[in-house]
């Protein structure tokens, strides 16, 4: 499928234009927030206070070599998929036929389990803010993004939305941050020189943060855009590497906030740690500004989730491509119809949720790369950079090694 007659998320054709240079600009920032936002969704807020009620500033270890393997990761994604112009199982089936089907496959049932967490999120946010009972709060917040898909202009919509969010949560995290008043010397030393590795926790966050769906998404949505070809490079580049910078800040804040209340000695409630940092931290205003938080995290990830995992089924069928959005709502009732009958704990939810991304991750990337090293015709003549490519082989064992060291940990969560 040519650039020309790439469909939008919206049904129109995209364009990128110099008359269209404003649209291309929001797109390329709506694109960079949906990456952010969607891998600061709810789960790693939940995994955030898990991890660091359980690990103490050694939990800063993990944070760091997600950040590393996510600026790796996203780099080389965004890369191929942007200057070819093709999406993810695009490339895949054109590398390898059929290919492409075993990793939509993947993506979204990986997607499907996510945003049942996501759901699960919203339900915990509208909880802490309001005090619905989780079912009630999860089905209004899946009418709210079903409305965003159904609204003439979803496209712009989506990419308003997760920008003013994503600004809102680190905006208040930084707020926790800052009255929490975490170890910070501590916090650095054990960065590099930790007192406990967990390899689980390790792939558990991955997972959470580029793993699954959550690798395209913003890759994605600069192809629907028409942001593509070697033209358009440094504007690629850049995209992703704002996206990324802007999840370090969020991670790093949301982790010294919550590392600042255990530090103190408090001891977080087992049925919402989240909400019980953040009141720690703040007094009762803290559960709603956690409320906040974290439904702006959630709704925003069940956004991406939606809009990525669909993007993957699409690109299979003519039919399936102009009714994009109407398929992307079934997707999110049917998502927040299994939530609703499950009744599962958010949190458990979250977190298998994160570790089943982080084994998918190696399968999809491992395309990229082989795109990236061999398949020039399908990047229209690009020379991939040698020392990405390197970077990205590296962190592709890495992802393999952590995945096997996972699979006894998915089991005991499960």
Same mark, same amino acid.
């Given at each position: 499928?040519?650039?020309?007659?790439?469909?939008?998320?919206?049904?129109?054709?995209?364009?990128?234009?110099?008359?269209?240079?404003?649209?291309?600009?929001?797109?390329?920032?709506?694109?960079?927030?949906?990456?952010?936002?969607?891998?600061?969704?709810?789960?790693?807020?939940?995994?955030?206070?898990?991890?660091?009620?359980?690990?103490?500033?050694?939990?800063?270890?993990?944070?760091?070599?997600?950040?590393?393997?996510?600026?790796?990761?996203?780099?080389?994604?965004?890369?191929?998929?942007?200057? $070819?112009?093709?999406? +993810?199982?695009?490339?895949?089936?054109?590398?390898?036929?059929?290919?492409?089907?075993?990793?939509?496959?993947?993506?979204?049932?990986?997607?499907?389990?996510?945003?049942?967490?996501?759901?699960?999120?919203?339900?915990?946010?509208?909880?802490?803010?309001?005090?619905?009972?989780?079912?009630?709060?999860?089905?209004?917040?899946?009418?709210? +993004?079903?409305?965003?898909?159904?609204?003439?202009?979803?496209?712009?919509?989506?990419?308003?939305?997760?920008?003013?969010?994503?600004?809102?949560?680190?905006?208040?995290?930084?707020?926790?941050?800052?009255?929490?008043?975490?170890?910070?010397?501590?916090?650095?030393?054990?960065?590099?020189?930790?007192?406990?590795?967990?390899?689980?926790?390790?792939?558990?966050?991955?997972?959470?943060?580029?793993?699954?769906?959550?690798?395209?998404?913003?890759?994605?949505?600069?192809?629907?855009?028409?942001?593509?070809?070697?033209?358009?490079?440094?504007?690629?580049?850049?995209?992703?590497?704002?996206?990324?910078?802007?999840?370090?800040?969020?991670?790093?804040?949301?982790?010294?906030?919550?590392?600042?209340?255990? +530090?103190?000695?408090?001891?977080?409630?087992?049925?919402?740690?989240?909400?019980?940092?953040?009141?720690?931290?703040?007094?009762?205003?803290?559960?709603?500004?956690?409320?906040?938080?974290?439904?702006?995290?959630?709704?925003?990830?069940?956004?991406?989730?939606?809009?990525?995992?669909?993007?993957?089924? $699409?690109?299979?069928?003519?039919?399936?491509?102009?009714?994009?959005?109407?398929?992307?709502?079934?997707?999110?009732?049917?998502?927040?119809?299994?939530?609703?009958?499950?009744?599962?704990?958010?949190?458990?939810?979250?977190?298998? +949720?994160?570790?089943?991304?982080?084994?998918?991750?190696?399968?999809?990337?491992?395309?990229?790369?082989?795109?990236?090293?061999?398949?020039?015709?399908?990047?229209?003549?690009?020379?991939?950079?040698?020392?990405?490519?390197?970077?990205?082989?590296?962190?592709?064992?890495?992802?393999?090694?952590?995945?096997?060291?996972?699979?006894?940990?998915?089991?005991?969560?499960?």
């Amino acid at each position: 499928m040519t650039d020309e007659t790439r469909q939008t998320d919206t049904g129109a054709p995209a364009q990128a234009t110099p008359g269209k240079a404003g649209a291309a600009r929001g797109a390329l920032l709506g694109a960079m927030f949906l990456m952010a936002t969607s891998a600061i969704g709810p789960g790693f807020i939940t995994q955030t206070t898990v991890f660091t009620a359980q690990l103490g500033a050694a939990f800063a270890f993990a944070i760091l070599v997600s950040i590393l393997v996510d600026i790796a990761v996203q780099l080389n994604v965004w890369r191929v998929i942007g200057v $070819s112009g093709m999406r +993810a199982q695009e490339l895949a089936n054109t590398v390898l036929p059929g290919a492409g089907y075993f990793l939509a496959a993947l993506v979204v049932l990986g997607g499907l389990v996510f945003n049942i967490g996501n759901i699960g999120g919203t339900a915990l946010g509208t909880n802490a803010m309001f005090g619905l009972d989780v079912k009630i709060g999860g089905a209004i917040s899946a009418l709210i +993004a079903i409305a965003i898909f159904l609204s003439k202009r979803a496209g712009i919509a989506m990419d308003r939305i997760v920008v003013v969010l994503g600004v809102v949560m680190i905006a208040m995290v930084l707020y926790a941050a800052v009255v929490s008043g975490p170890p910070v010397g501590e916090a650095l030393r054990q960065t590099v020189l930790p007192d406990e590795v967990d390899f689980l926790i390790i792939t558990t966050l991955i997972g959470g943060t580029v793993g699954g769906y959550i690798t395209y998404a913003g890759a994605h949505r600069l192809v629907d855009s028409g942001i593509t070809g070697p033209e358009h490079v440094r504007d690629i580049t850049r995209g992703s590497v704002t996206g990324i910078l802007v999840t370090g800040v969020m991670r790093t804040l949301l982790f010294l906030a919550v590392l600042g209340v255990v +530090a103190g000695g408090v001891t977080l409630a087992a049925d919402n740690p989240p909400a019980s940092a953040f009141q720690a931290a703040l007094g009762d205003v803290g559960v709603r500004v956690f409320g906040i938080i974290l439904w702006a995290a959630s709704i925003t990830s069940v956004i991406g989730a939606s809009y990525t995992s669909v993007s993957f089924l $699409s690109g299979f069928s003519p039919r399936l491509e102009a009714r994009r959005n109407l398929v992307t709502v079934g997707f999110i009732v049917f998502s927040a119809a299994i939530y609703l009958a499950l009744g599962q704990a958010p949190v458990t939810l979250l977190v298998v +949720a994160g570790a089943l991304n982080g084994l998918i991750l190696p399968v999809g990337f491992a395309i990229i790369l082989w795109v990236a090293a061999r398949r020039i015709d399908l990047l229209r003549g690009y020379r991939y950079p040698k020392w990405l490519l390197a970077v990205g082989a590296a962190v592709w064992v890495l992802t393999v090694y952590l995945g096997w060291n996972s699979l006894g940990g998915i089991a005991d969560l499960l």
